[in-house]
């Protein structure tokens, strides 16, 4: 079955419909292309055709991206992966520019034959890069559509003529917010930007585009005429060479310089911008090529791209029937508790918002109402959605409301006996049938399931905050809950748009057990004398997106002493961090509560912006003579981190490397390049892996002993993703 079918009317003008068997939206396929190469050749070699238009036959979408199979065959075509990669993609290149050339004379530009894209809604990678080698670009008025390159979020970019015809036809400037941060616009937006040419009634679509092919129109694209000159500028015009400066200073300055793909990006454009255009295809082929054998782009491919797509799809979900949540209970209106109500709402889900008084609960709803003003002024949102949205949100201090809930989800303080209370009246006010989950960030769920009368319907569903922001959502196994509970859980995760991973219930559970050390290994160097700035530099540069320090002061310092006191009364004598309570509790004391307070690690100012590290913090732990060197900083804060995802891997809580790797990115920023722990991990190798972390631990303490997982994996030389990888991740 043809991926590309084409019909011809009356008119001569050929309609080719792009429909994937099986998939809800189109992805490039080898078969894709060859289909669409042998109907452009039809298009053109055919004396009764006029012209073409290129759409979709999915409602409401053209194109989703490209199918990364085309890729790994690509690899392994040749005995020179690099080889069949390049070859693979200079043939996609050929593709496209028969597409833009349309049959014209190569010396006079003339003849040629037009060909129009008609987009009825997203059109994201080469769904977006194979209009653009089209004469013009037409998009149906779709609010819902999504237009863009969003190839730079996993770790690669644009590599089938995308970056040189964006940069052509935009500049440097104007292509950069798409090229650089991924950025996706609405239909309008993408007009505006000069993405798209024409945005249409989606009733008129393919009309208008069909008017547009038989009106004789001029097709050359700009570059291929004499004279061209890129907008804004090429690099060796004086306006050109400072955008391309000034692009390249922002590249590193946001990148830190850990992101091959941006870097590659970047060259590829400038490079391809000092020859003419068939020559920039093959510069911009040869990046390409070398960012898909980067092991880093590699492993955020997988983390980013495949792996978080099957954990949304329900890669882990109990085989029980479709769990949807019709109507949510949120207890606690809390800043938690408003931002769960606000994503089940924004999701078309009736919630009920319940706190002790009925006026917190307004208070609540009050900050879905601020957030949607703030969307109507950034024109994200209008007074109509604002209105529909709050409607589904019902204030109340009245357990009786809870009545017809099938999910209720707990967000009160992190107080056992509070939390065991709500559940109690909760209980007495739902069906049998309903799940109740408690969004507890360090309390045991099985502890918190022996106030439930039915300890197989109770769950954890950890979100972070602010929760209508971050991606992840935890869900925590009791050791009492049961198949429907975990589903329901997933499906309500689905439901909001959020990537769920699935632990097993344990002392922090999996983020915050990987977090929490690497803040307190921040806080351990400071009492040890090394300098703050060192520490918190040093973790921007290994791919950190905020150092330890500052992320204690974002989580605030009260509550680091709170787990820290409550964590000690728990371990006794087996409690591991009395160095870091010294500077912690010494912090506490003095006032510096974190961002809150407005004084922490760092000064701020009285808009709560940060100003500096506090001077105070070096006059009471003096720097040491001798500092640390770099990549001795960045190794215990990245081991840290790591050493403990591979004790939950062993202790159980983790029951999938996947879920590890992509909760560890979402869930608190672990080095997006790396792709996550465990391919961290992979990417060093577990034989250095395993001999590095015996160094660190003879220099710097047991913390860093290595886990026997890891010291027997690098013994047989054994890779996470080798040995626990399902098979279409081991790559």
Request: net charge neutral; proline share 6%; glycine share 10%.
């Amino acid at each position: 079955m043809s991926d590309f079918t084409m019909e011809t009317g009356a008119d001569g003008v050929a309609i080719i419909t792009w429909d994937t068997p099986g998939k809800s939206m189109n992805v490039m396929s080898e078969q894709g292309f060859d289909d669409l190469d042998a109907l452009i050749d039809r298009v053109l070699s055919d004396d009764a055709i006029k012209g073409a238009v290129l759409t979709s036959g999915k409602p409401g979408s053209f194109a989703g991206g490209m199918d990364l199979n085309v890729i790994a065959r690509m690899k392994e075509r040749d005995e020179d992966p690099a080889k069949g990669i390049f070859e693979g993609i200079m043939r996609v290149h050929g593709i496209l520019r028969k597409i833009e050339r349309a049959g014209m004379d190569p010396k006079t530009n003339a003849g040629g034959k037009p060909i129009a894209a008609a987009l009825p809604g997203t059109a994201l990678g080469i769904g977006l890069e194979l209009p653009l080698a089209c004469h013009r670009i037409f998009a149906a008025d779709n609010p819902k559509a999504k237009i863009g390159l969003p190839e730079i979020l996993v770790g690669i970019f644009p590599g089938a003529g995308g970056t040189t015809r964006l940069v052509r036809k935009l500049g440097a400037m104007g292509a950069s917010p798409l090229l650089l941060e991924g950025k996706l616009n609405i239909p309008a937006k993408a007009k505006a930007a000069g993405v798209v040419d024409e945005v249409v009634p989606a009733e008129d679509l393919l009309d208008r585009a069909r008017e547009w092919v038989l009106s004789e129109p001029k097709i050359v694209k700009p570059w291929d005429e004499r004279g061209y000159k890129m907008p804004g500028g090429a690099p060796y015009h004086p306006a050109g060479f400072m955008t391309f400066l000034g692009a390249s200073a922002m590249v590193n300055g946001k990148t830190q310089g850990v992101y091959p793909a941006a870097k590659a990006l970047l060259s590829a454009a400038y490079e391809g911008a000092l020859v003419p255009f068939d020559t920039a295809l093959k510069i911009e082929a040869r990046w390409f090529t070398g960012i898909l054998l980067n092991p880093s782009s590699s492993a955020m491919i997988r983390a980013l791209f495949l792996n978080k797509e099957a954990l949304e799809k329900g890669a882990n979900r109990p085989d029980v029937p479709k769990q949807t949540v019709e109507k949510l209970g949120v207890l606690g209106a809390g800043m938690m508790g408003a931002g769960i109500a606000l994503v089940a709402a924004q999701a078309g889900i009736e919630v009920v918002l319940l706190d002790q008084s009925r006026e917190a609960a307004e208070g609540g709803r009050a900050y879905a109402e601020r957030y949607m003003d703030k969307g109507i002024q950034r024109g994200k949102a209008t007074a109509e959605s604002k209105t529909a949205l709050l409607a589904r949100i019902t204030p109340t201090d009245d357990y009786a409301a809870l009545a017809g809930c099938d999910l209720i989800v707990e967000a009160v303080f992190e107080d056992p006996k509070i939390k065991a209370e709500v559940t109690a009246k909760a209980e007495a006010v739902v069906g049998e049938d309903c799940i109740f989950a408690t969004n507890t960030s360090t309390l045991p769920i099985s502890s918190l399931a022996k106030a439930s009368r039915r300890p197989e319907q109770f769950i954890g569903i950890h979100f972070f905050s602010p929760v209508e922001r971050m991606l992840l959502v935890e869900i925590i196994k009791g050791k009492q809950t049961g198949a429907r509970a975990v589903a329901k859980a997933l499906d309500f995760a689905r439901q909001i748009r959020k990537t769920p991973i699935v632990v097993n219930d344990a002392r922090f559970f999996y983020a915050n057990r990987c977090i929490i050390p690497y803040m307190n290994e921040g806080i351990r160097m400071v009492g040890e004398g090394v300098s703050p700035a060192l520490i918190e530099n040093a973790a921007k540069l290994v791919g950190m997106p905020v150092g330890p320090l500052q992320l204690v002061d974002e989580v605030s310092i009260d509550l680091g002493v709170k787990i820290a006191k409550a964590t000690r009364a728990a371990m006794g004598d087996a409690y591991p961090d009395a160095e870091v309570d010294e500077v912690v509790f010494w912090l506490a004391d003095e006032g510096r509560l974190g961002r809150k307070a407005k004084a922490g690690f760092y000064d701020y100012d009285a808009r709560g912006k940060r100003t500096g590290l506090w001077p105070g913090l070096t006059e009471k732990f003096p720097r040491a003579a001798e500092q640390p060197t770099l990549i001795d900083v960045q190794h215990r804060l990245l081991f840290i981190q790591a050493l403990e995802a591979v004790r939950a891997l062993e202790d159980g809580v983790l029951e999938d490397i996947r879920e590890g790797d992509v909760g560890a990115i979402l869930g608190w920023g672990f080095a997006p390049w790396s792709g996550g722990p465990f391919s961290w991990l992979d990417m060093l190798g577990t034989p250095y892996a395993a001999a590095r972390s015996a160094q660190l631990a003879e220099a710097f303490g047991r913390r860093f002993a290595v886990p026997e997982l890891l010291a027997e994996m690098g013994r047989k030389g054994q890779t996470f993703y080798g040995r626990f990888g399902r098979s279409e991740d081991a790559a």
